[in-house]
């Protein structure tokens, strides 16, 4: 934190302008020594948040012209003096200025360093961090919402009001441990456990959005499986909307795991064509078959892929000896009959059958494209079952941050069944402790630095 970093901020290449930024206790100084405004002025004087325009200079020579904006602490990113210097944006011009930054007193930035000191200097929590790496990486609408959501704070109040409930009442079960013999506290015993109730309720029902914010926020690890010549490959491409997979009337083309993301409504899906699952002696085709089943089970949605243009054979029932695995383990399943323009009734009502109740199913035809949108919204629905706000309702997006709700949730119900059972107050108040070092993760207050550095690891050089 002692130091001045700098670094490109805007993408690598050639552009209209480029960006370099520094930050730190000495980053207007190391500007001065390399930014000069034509006015005369110096850039020392220069208001936070205005901009100059002036000559950008190393070792005694021009080599560009720019603006250069200044922000003073705490009203910057960082909560730090910062300086942008906008120059041309062409490769050399830039490492040229960049250079010039280190040769004036700055440092190489690490990867999301700046976002790393605005944490770091009380700017924003880890909540709001993550989702500036999220707001980057946003490929879907949905995403985008999401994260603008985290960087306004939503999860981190959601977060701060349970802590502060919980708070609250390890103070009154405080009072009891300190004074077990006065009748000190403002809420009995079973107020404060009818209180704990009401925060495991809190907790559950934010705990419930990660299917959800994960589906948006990281996608959903689809398993296309089925038997040689079902259709995965050419349902592969129709989703994708582009020959992705090499298709053949060749049973067996398919050998390895065939990787991609496509939109589904407000998910983000990533598919992963497997090989047809069948008995093979041929030593290649095998190994891609045990990374088929590899793969079916590691899912997170399974599209089982059943030509219903024949008869069901041994094959086929090794697919639903697959899909009977995922609904134990409560994987959500989706049977595809594919080539329903010319089905046989008998195999799909045999299908039906066996498949028995619960197992949602979706009839297409990858030839012509027919079922295939429908097919998207049907797997959104898995994931997806209603509008949200994400203005006003919070929403967990990651695993961490689930992780910590979950930890919360359990001993705040260990709380409660020590404080109902008649165990010692300091049992219930232990409890307690654990479930706000648990929600302290959340926001970063309590969090290891392993888990900070790796969070902004992450994030790419110059923000």
């Given at each position: 934190m002692s130091r001045t970093i700098a670094a490109v901020s805007t993408p690598y290449g050639k552009g209209g302008i480029a960006v370099i930024r520094l930050s730190g206790d000495k980053a207007i100084t190391v500007a001065e020594k390399m930014f000069f405004p034509v006015s005369g002025c110096a850039l020392s004087s220069v208001k936070s948040g205005s901009a100059v325009y002036g000559r950008i200079v190393s070792q005694g020579n021009v080599i560009d012209d720019g603006i250069a904006v200044i922000y003073r602490n705490p009203h910057s990113y960082t909560g730090e003096d910062t300086v942008e210097i906008s120059c041309h944006g062409g490769i050399l011009i830039t490492q040229r200025v960049l250079e010039t930054a280190f040769d004036c007193g700055a440092v190489p930035a690490?990867?999301?360093?700046f976002t790393k000191r605005a944490f770091i200097n009380g700017k924003i929590d880890l909540t709001e961090a993550e989702a500036v790496i999220g707001l980057i990486d946003a490929d879907s609408e949905e995403k985008l919402r999401l994260c603008v959501s985290h960087t306004q704070g939503v999860l981190k109040r959601r977060s701060e009001e349970i802590y502060r409930e919980i708070s609250g009442l390890l103070s009154a079960v405080y009072v009891k441990i300190d004074y077990p013999e006065e009748d000190l506290s403002e809420l009995t015993s079973d107020e404060i456990a009818d209180k704990l109730e009401t925060v495991k309720s809190k907790l559950s029902e934010t705990i419930k959005t990660y299917r959800h914010g994960k589906a948006v926020s990281d996608g959903v690890k689809t398993a296309i499986i089925g038997k040689p010549n079902a259709g995965k490959s050419s349902l592969m491409n129709r989703l994708c909307g582009e020959d992705r997979a090499i298709v053949t009337s060749k049973a067996g083309t398919t050998r390895d795991v065939i990787e991609e993301k496509v939109q589904a409504g407000r998910v983000v899906l990533r598919l992963w064509d497997t090989a047809g699952i069948r008995e093979s002696g041929d030593e290649i085709e095998m190994i891609g078959i045990e990374r088929a089943r590899a793969k079916a089970r590691e899912a997170e949605l399974l599209l089982a892929v059943f030509d219903v243009s024949g008869e069901i054979g041994s094959e086929d029932e090794e697919i639903i000896g697959l899909i009977s695995e995922a609904r134990e383990r409560r994987i959500p399943v989706i049977a595809v009959f594919n080539k329903e323009d010319i089905a046989v009734p008998e195999t799909v009502d045999k299908l039906k059958s066996?498949?028995?109740?619960?197992?949602?199913?979706?009839?297409?035809?990858?030839?012509?494209?027919?079922?295939?949108?429908?097919?998207?919204?049907?797997?959104?629905?898995?994931?997806?079952?209603?509008?949200?706000?994400?203005?006003?309702?919070?929403?967990?997006?990651?695993?961490?941050?689930?992780?910590?709700?979950?930890?919360?949730?359990?001993?705040?119900?260990?709380?409660?069944?020590?404080?109902?059972?008649?165990?010692?107050?300091?049992?219930?108040?232990?409890?307690?402790?654990?479930?706000?070092?648990?929600?302290?993760?959340?926001?970063?207050?309590?969090?290891?630095?392993?888990?900070?550095?790796?969070?902004?690891?992450?994030?790419?050089?110059?923000?």
């Open positions: 690490e990867r999301g360093e066996l498949l028995g109740d619960g197992v949602v199913t979706a009839e297409i035809s990858c030839a012509d494209g027919e079922g295939i949108e429908e097919l998207k919204m049907v797997a959104e629905r898995q994931f997806v079952e209603r509008e949200i706000d994400y203005s006003g309702e919070a929403v967990v997006a990651n695993a961490r941050q689930f992780s910590a709700f979950c930890r919360a949730f359990e001993s705040v119900e260990r709380a409660k069944e020590a404080l109902l059972s008649g165990l010692s107050a300091d049992i219930c108040g232990l409890d307690l402790e654990q479930a706000l070092m648990a929600l302290g993760e959340v926001d970063g207050r309590a969090v290891s630095e392993d888990v900070t550095a790796e969070i902004f690891r992450n994030f790419c050089v110059g923000k």
